[in-house]
């Protein structure tokens, strides 16, 4: 085995590469993945006839340069996703049916397939039975809703 690594260094880089990128995967934070990205460049030094320091010193610059220069990019892409609402939180937006008169103190909505409580976010507007409303706010337990805008979009 250790003729094979002599006569082909080559495939010690490769086979570095393979297990820092398979213990990548198990870690997902992109430092591994960069060194195995180094340790292929670093393979494919010693197949052209590189020498040991020059393959070493290759990896550490090509490791160092993409943990630097490419991995702060690429994390911020992965981790500027939209952020997922949920509980209460995630209702708002929704659209609602008024089960009964909703008014600035009372009413009753159907939003997400329940029924709420529900009151109007403006002093003076009555919301009539079966009209379609929006839920502009979640105050404790109740649906903070105005009329729908445009009711055609549906839930």
Do not use: Y
Request: proline content about 6%; charged content about 15%.
């Amino acid at each position: 085995m250790t003729e094979l690594i002599q006569d082909n260094p080559w495939v010690a880089w490769a086979a570095l590469a393979v297990v820092l990128a398979v213990a990548e995967v198990l870690g997902l934070d992109l430092v591994l993945l960069m060194l195995a990205v180094g340790a292929g460049v670093a393979a494919v030094a010693s197949v052209i006839g590189a020498p040991f320091w020059l393959c070493m010193a290759v990896f550490i610059i090509v490791s160092a340069a993409l943990l630097v220069l490419a991995r702060p990019p690429i994390v911020a892409r992965l981790h500027a996703g939209p952020t997922v609402r949920s509980g209460t939180s995630g209702l708002v937006g929704h659209r609602a049916i008024a089960l009964t008169v909703v008014d600035e103190r009372d009413g009753r909505v159907r939003l997400a397939g329940e029924e709420w409580s529900a009151r109007t976010a403006d002093r003076g507007t009555v919301i009539d039975p079966d009209a379609d409303v929006l839920v502009v706010a979640i105050d404790g337990a109740t649906a903070v809703v105005t009329p729908d805008p445009d009711p055609r979009k549906g839930p």
